[in-house]
Nanobody
Framework: QVQLVESGGGSVQAGGSLGLSCTIS????????LGWFRQAPGKEREGVAY???????SYQDSVKGRFTIFQDNAKNTLYLQMNSVKPEDTAMYYC??????????????WGQGTQVTVSS
């Protein structure tokens, strides 16, 4: 059974940095897309960053230049490095996996989420 488990969330002041991790188990695909999503209270879930099995990345405009998505295949772990965070980055963050390339929703596998709170 595929499992995704996020960690690393917490509270941080605006302008600071935070790193999220997502450990992925029992997921072996020749081509895939991994993504970070977030959902703030009262808002819809949105895609933040994606990386596919070819190493291509893409970002939501609001996080470009501040967030970096990367993976360590040896550790089966996906990361999101968040720098220069803003209060509007406050949300529950989820990692997700999708079979095949393209990084187009829907994603089939999801973690349980980790909370990120940015104070001004």
């Amino acid at each position: 059974q595929v499992q995704l488990v996020e960690s690393g969330g917490g509270s941080v002041q605006a302008g600071g940095s935070l790193g999220l991790s997502c450990t992925i188990s029992h997921y072996i695909r020749s081509s895939y897309c991994l993504g970070w999503f977030r959902q703030a209270p009262g808002k819809e879930r949105e895609g933040v960053a994606y990386i596919d099995s070819d190493g291509r990345t893409s970002y939501q405009d609001s996080v470009k230049g501040r967030f970096t998505i990367f993976q360590d295949n040896a550790k089966n772990t996906l990361y999101l490095q968040m720098n220069s965070v803003k209060p509007e980055d406050t949300a529950m963050y989820y990692c997700a996996a999708q079979d095949g390339l393209g990084c187009v929703p829907p994603f089939g596998y999801w973690g349980q989420g980790t909370q990120v709170t940015v104070s001004s």
